[in-house]
């Protein structure tokens, strides 16, 4: 009487066993309004013989009440779970749904396509290991397409698959595809995406989906299900420096002191000697404990119990690491948030700061700026409005540890909870952190800016030039100096390359290294402005944002931005040191004007053409509009 239930018994534990021996794919679907994204899953669900056979009768039963494929039954029913989806034919909240094949395991997310359901989208991206961008093949590239890539970029999805649906309704035209495709992939670069795989496929009718179709012979990529089943998963996490956030503090009895959580990145052995985070003292591992006993090892992603060989003290959200890689500590960051509430985000306001296993007092400091998703501008702001993306400084009330989210979007990541209401109002990804002093207050000085300034009498100014490298920038500042110099006025000159030699040496050329070299430098000129100096400073400064965040440091009528408007062209024919034929060729990387931008300025004091005056006469205008000013 027992011997099946034993054969069955044991047939499942091998089948669950063979299961887990198998990677695990999260994916996302997402794209605009009506690209097909429920149905797509919906015959992934049904080809890969997913459903029940309840759900399989729910569903052609609520095909005919609801659908709206006619005598076919409508496979987006599958996701579209609530009334009001089903209702108006829309998703509107996140499904997930589990399949499985011979290689993989999937979780799928559904995610909505209305751009007011943009925070959603964010929720299903943030733990996805690629997503499939849905778009109907009669429409091309539409906003919500960019908006999507966009987010997925942001949130650091790093496999795209573009889906070109609804093939059968153009004919399964190959010239159709493929002008989408060129778009596409054009598109994608100005993201950060340098390899999309795009894929015609008709989800309704099952072509290119799990199984190629004859109608589209002249295609010679994989299927979406082939595509999904050969995605790297990027490199191994528990490569990664070992991150352990402590999430409990397990202490059963007087004999037994352990430290309970899930391992965010990385692999720990009994006997790896680790450093606590934020008290840098250090230990060894002496145990790794489970539900099922003790391990020698274990990995990211699983859920143990640490025990150390010496008796120190950690609490809940303090970060256990390896001795030497460990993460970083900060109390302050640059960080892009997603807003998710129908307040506004306001500067200034607290908030809770929740990440890993961290909760912290939060203000933001600066909102620096807003993203356009739909064009990907960046926009001076003073507040976040519901689904708006911006970037921001925030401050803590204590230092935590942490990685940038391009490292590890475990210990990279955070959620912002209202205060009064204990609502999540928004995300974050941390950038980097700004590492500045806490516990500080002004010291009170006798001696103030007007009087330095009174005693050399002159008015202090910062002159910001502002262009492309090798727009005559820094040629003009010294000939400006130089004059100043000659007329008795006490100055000094900060030049990019210059102060990359010692302040700045630390610093390479990516975005945030940019952020950060022009904070550093508009700090300099806002002390040796107090210091009663004319101070000139030449730099690229691509970003309005920084240069804003230099003019906003100063009082009122001391910041003057000089934008010395050069054609990249020109630029590229004088090439004092060789740079933009190396940004050309690959060698350099991030180059403004080049792979990286250069916004121009929205208002500046004074405006330069090197294109139809000398550096001589340039510097003639500044001396001309100092003078108007009554600072030369």
């Given at each position: ?353 929740k990440g890993a296993a961290n909760t912290a007092s939060m203000v933001v400091t600066r909102l620096k700026h807003s993203i356009n998703v739909n064009t990907l501008e960046q926009m001076a702001t003073k507040r976040l409005m519901l689904n708006e993306i911006g970037v921001a400084n925030i401050s803590l009330d204590r230092q935590i540890a ?160 000089v934008f010395v408007d050069t054609p990249l062209e020109i630029c590229e024919q004088r090439d004092p040191k060789g740079l933009y034929k190396k940004a050309r060729s690959g060698d350099i990387k991030n180059f403004t004007g080049i792979d990286s931008p250069y916004e121009l300025p929205e208002s500046c004091e004074l405006t330069l053409k ?23």
């Amino acid at each position: 009487m027992h011997e099946p239930l034993t054969k069955n018994s044991d047939a499942l534990t091998a089948y669950l066993k063979e299961q887990e021996a198998k990677d695990l794919l999260r994916f996302i679907t997402c794209g605009s309004v009506d690209d097909g994204k429920s149905t797509l899953i919906g015959r992934l669900l049904f080809d890969s013989k997913m459903i029940f056979e309840d759900q399989l009768a729910a569903l052609e039963s609520d095909s005919k009440k609801v659908g709206t494929t006619g005598d076919d039954m409508d496979l987006a029913l599958l996701l579209d779970g609530l009334e009001a989806e089903r209702e108006q034919g829309i998703t509107i909240d996140v499904a997930y749904r589990f399949f499985a094949t011979d290689k993989r395991r999937f979780i799928v997310a559904d995610t909505p396509g209305h751009e007011q359901y943009t925070r959603n989208m964010a929720t299903g991206a943030s733990t996805a290991d690629a997503a499939v961008i849905l778009l109907d093949a009669r429409k091309g590239i539409l906003t919500q397409t960019r908006r999507h890539s966009f987010i997925c970029s942001l949130l650091g999805v790093r496999n795209i698959v573009l889906a070109v649906n609804k093939m059968d309704l153009v004919d399964y035209s190959r010239e159709v595809f493929e002008k989408i495709r060129e778009d596409y992939e054009a598109f994608a670069k100005t993201v950060g995406y340098d390899n999309v795989t795009c894929i015609p496929l008709s989800a309704l009718k099952g072509d290119n989906v799990l199984r190629s179709s004859p109608q589209l012979a002249w295609y010679n990529g994989p299927t979406l299900l082939a595509e999904l089943e050969t995605i790297r998963l990027g490199e191994d996490e528990d490569l990664k420096p070992f991150r352990f956030p402590v999430q409990w503090v397990n202490r059963p009895n007087l004999d037994f002191r352990g430290f309970s959580g899930t391992i965010a990145g990385g692999a720990v052995a009994v006997g790896d000697e680790v450093v606590t985070l934020p008290s840098a003292k250090t230990s060894k591992i002496k145990s790794i404990v489970t539900f099922d006993g003790t391990l020698p090892g274990a990995g990211t992603g699983e859920a143990v119990t640490l025990t150390l060989e010496d008796e120190i003290d950690i609490s809940r959200g303090d970060m256990i690491c390896h001795r030497e890689d460990r993460a970083s500590l900060s109390d302050q960051f640059e960080v892009k948030i997603v807003w998710m509430s129908d307040e506004a985000l306001m500067p200034g306001r607290p908030y809770l700061f929740k990440g890993a296993a961290n909760t912290a007092s939060m203000v933001v400091t600066r909102l620096k700026h807003s993203i356009n998703v739909n064009t990907l501008e960046q926009m001076a702001t003073k507040r976040l409005m519901l689904n708006e993306i911006g970037v921001a400084n925030i401050s803590l009330d204590r230092q935590i540890a942490f990685d940038p989210y391009k490292d590890n979007r475990e210990t990279g990541s955070f959620i912002i909870i209202d205060k009064l209401t204990n609502n999540t109002v928004g995300a974050g990804m941390i950038d980097f952190g700004l590492r500045r002093a806490s516990n500080i207050h002004w010291q009170a000085v006798d001696v103030n800016k007007a009087a330095r300034a009174e005693m050399k009498t002159q008015k202090p100014a910062v002159l910001w030039f502002t262009g492309l490298s090798g727009s005559g920038k820094s040629t003009i500042a010294n000939l400006v100096e130089k004059r100043l110099h000659t007329a008795g006025k006490h100055t000094y000159m900060l030049d990019g390359d210059n102060v990359r030699h010692g302040l700045n040496k630390d610093l390479g050329f990516t975005e945030e290294d940019r952020v950060e070299n022009i904070r550093r430098v508009a700090e300099v000129a806002r002390l040796m402005a107090d210091a009663g100096l004319i101070v000139l400073v030449s730099f690229i400064s691509p970003f309005r944002s920084e240069r804003r965040m230099a003019r906003d440091l100063l009082d009122d009528g001391e910041f003057h931005e000089v934008f010395v408007d050069t054609p990249l062209e020109i630029c590229e024919q004088r090439d004092p040191k060789g740079l933009y034929k190396k940004a050309r060729s690959g060698d350099i990387k991030n180059f403004t004007g080049i792979d990286s931008p250069y916004e121009l300025p929205e208002s500046c004091e004074l405006t330069l053409k090197t294109a139809t005056m000398s550096a001589e006469d340039c510097a003639e205008a500044v001396m001309d509009y100092l003078d108007g000013l009554m600072i030369s």
